[in-house]
């Protein structure tokens, strides 16, 4: 076996020792040129780079040809946050590449390396991905925090836009999705609110597309359910995570997390997060509780909220209301025989939304 394919598996080994994958945690291994004598390994946890080398058990030889690199490189901006109202974030470093999640508007995003115009970034549910650098300006954590602190209003409805005057011709200066925090400043006319967004700019947002930014304390499930009805007919988006378009786990994330909580980013990561409902009796189920599917237990592959009176929300197609109740009318049977379980996302404290609700307890998710 070469060095190459020993040190990958060597890493994949560890990673599933580790019970990660590349959804969070980011290797890479090269031979460096000009003559690739040099097998470079980047990653991101520093406990791989620790454990890396005495894993792969070297001789002196091979030994001096391993070079282990701790991301993030140095150079390298301490933050960034998003400054489009929804940036893309993507697998690989291309605008072809697979779409994995998405960051809003005033999103702080951790940066590991750049290639080219690209910054492969760790955002806050612990997700990496890259992002292009013109969807990005510069801050840094506490810079964020400060803005956060000043902020006491976020855009409250699914659409909106700033716009250069306090007037619906005037010219836009971006786009709005629900969540995105500013600061709203006097100077506005009837009607209209003069904002500060994340990155600076200014602009005039039609006062009723704004709201205060929750308080902390305990989640409604009535408003869970609320906020989840309100993104019915949008459609399915593989990555998605915003009113442009969902994918199941991304709605789901997103209800959560406009209500101050932060859950991981996918289906399966979801369904090991919470307490876990021991029944599988549909009334005893609590509005906001998820449901799990996948065509194997061991693998879980669709999520949805719990809605009262028998019915869950999900993103399938569109977001959309269905039921597992075989003699409901808007039963689904193609995923009744795929339900695995379901969780209670309020059973325990969880990860706070960084500045979401309580910005005393802003912390970057932890790498593992």
């Known amino acids: ?9 060597t890493l994949s080994a560890l990673l599933e020792e580790r019970g990660v994958d590349a959804r969070t945690t980011y ?37 001096r040809r391993l070079r282990v690199v701790v991301l993030p490189r140095s150079g390298l901006p301490e933050g960034l946050i998003a400054a489009s109202s929804v940036a893309d974030v993507r697998r690989l470093p291309s605008h072809a590449s697979e779409l994995v999640t998405q960051v809003v508007y005033g999103d702080l995003a951790i940066p590991l390396k750049q290639e080219g115009e690209w910054f492969l970034c760790q955002i806050d549910d612990g997700y990496l991905g890259w992002i292009r650098s013109w969807h990005l300006v510069e801050s840094s954590r506490a810079g964020q925090a400060e ?7 976020r855009v409250g409805v699914n659409h909106s836009e ?31 609110v003069a904002v500060e967004l994340a990155d600076g700019k200014r ?9 205060k930014r929750p308080r902390p304390g305990a989640i409604s499930r009535t408003k869970l359910v609320a906020t989840g009805l309100r993104f019915l007919g949008i459609p399915y988006l593989w990555g998605g995570n915003t009113p442009k378009g969902f994918d199941c786990s991304g709605l789901v994330q997103r209800i959560y997390r406009l209500h101050g909580l932060l859950l991981p980013r996918d289906s399966d ?26 065509r194997v237990p061991q693998r879980i592959t669709h999520v949805g909220m719990v809605l009262p009176d028998r019915l869950f929300l999900h993103a399938y197609g569109q977001v959309r209301v269905n039921s597992l109740d075989p003699g409901h009318a808007l039963f689904e049977p193609s995923l009744a025989t ?26 970057r998710f932890p790498k593992r």
């Not at 803005?147 to 209003?153: T, V």
């Not at 602009?203 to 709201?211: L, S, T």
């Open 147 to 153: 803005f956060l602190r000043r902020c006491g209003h």
């Open 27 to 63: 290797t890479h291994v090269t031979s460096l040129p000009p003559d690739g004598s040099v097998v470079e390994v980047e990653v991101s946890d520093p406990g791989l780079a620790d454990e890396l080398p005495r894993r792969l058990g070297l001789d002196a030889e091979r030994m």
């Open 269 to 294: 990561m979801q369904s090991r997060f919470g307490s876990a409902r021991r029944s599988r009796d549909l009334d005893e189920l609590l509005p906001g509780d998820l449901l799990f599917f996948g």
């Open 1 to 9: 076996m070469n060095m190459l394919q020993e040190i990958n598996d």
């Open 203 to 211: 602009g005039f947002v039609r006062r009723p597309h704004i709201e």
């Open 338 to 363: 795929d339900w695995r379980g379901a969780r209670d996302p309020l059973g325990r404290a969880g990860h706070p939304v960084p500045g979401g609700v309580d910005t005393s307890l802003v912390t």
């Open 162 to 192: 700033a716009l250069t005057g306090p007037d619906p011709q005037s010219l836009p200066v971006t786009d709005l999705v629900i969540g995105t925090p500013v600061v709203a400043e006097a100077g506005g006319r009837r009607g209209w």
